[in-house]
């Protein structure tokens, strides 16, 4: 069975104060590795995808990156509006759907 | 503007009563997909579908029914046979050619159990 586990559940960090998040998967021929950013009460909002081991993709602050068996979402310098819910989904690819993660929770504190 | 509206975005329901979620998308996607949302689980499957008139149950049907009579359109009714209904629902597309797999969701429907 295909799963995705995230770690760790909630992170505090101080503005300014870089870190990562961890997305582990086991899906059966990854087609895609996808992180998502969702604010209290909205629906989530796509921020990357990935598609092979050693890929990496940036935005702001945020950079992803994608092993053979996990991605992470680096934070460089946050600030206080970083703070959400960051979602990992994976694909085995076709038309199968997306199996998320249950999500990191980052708070950034000026 | 292209994108997915959910409608309503507060719902109360009595035990016993069946309701209905609108989600309406005119971005052409032709996959549509029901999630629910509880604090600390993540996003769970419940319903899906790539074409009109068809659809395919997800990790946690029961208690939930669909339809897909339009490509914009993908109703979800919660019965009173969901016993615990309380929850936040995302519905979400794609585009079926696509294999970037990247969902658009909509803002989500709560719906509370009184």
């Known amino acids: 069975e295909d799963q995705v586990t995230q770690s760790p559940e909630a992170l505090r960090l101080q503005e300014g104060e870089s870190s990562s998040l961890n997305c582990s998967y086991t899906v059966s021929g990854l087609r895609g590795l996808f992180w998502y950013r969702q604010d209290p009460g909205k629906g989530p909002e796509f921020l990357f995808t990935?598609?092979?081991a050693g890929e990496e993709k940036e935005k702001e602050r945020l950079k992803a990156t994608l092993t053979k068996k996990e991605s992470f979402l680096h934070i460089t310098a946050p600030k206080p509006e970083d703070s959400a819910t960051y979602l990992c989904a994976s694909t085995g690819g076709g038309n199968t759907p997306l199996v998320f993660g249950k999500g990191t929770r980052l708070s950034v504190i000026a | 503007d292209g994108g997915i509206t959910q409608s309503p975005k507060y719902l109360f329901r009595k035990e016993g009563q069946n309701v209905t979620l609108s989600c309406e998308q005119n971005?052409?996607?032709?996959?549509m997909y029901w999630y629910r949302q509880d604090p600390g689980q993540g996003l769970r499957l419940i319903y899906y579908s790539q074409i009109v008139n068809d659809f395919q149950k997800g990790d946690i049907a029961e208690g939930y029914s669909v339809s897909r009579e339009k490509k914009e359109s993908f109703p979800l009714t919660v019965t009173s046979a969901q016993k615990n209904p309380t929850a936040f629902y995302l519905c979400?597309?794609?585009?079926?050619?696509?294999?970037?797999?990247?969902?658009?969701f909509g803002e989500g429907s709560r719906l509370t159990v009184l």
């Open positions: 979400a597309s794609r585009n079926q050619g696509a294999w970037t797999g990247e969902l658009f």
């Open positions: 971005l052409n996607h032709d996959a």
């Open positions: 990935l598609y092979s």
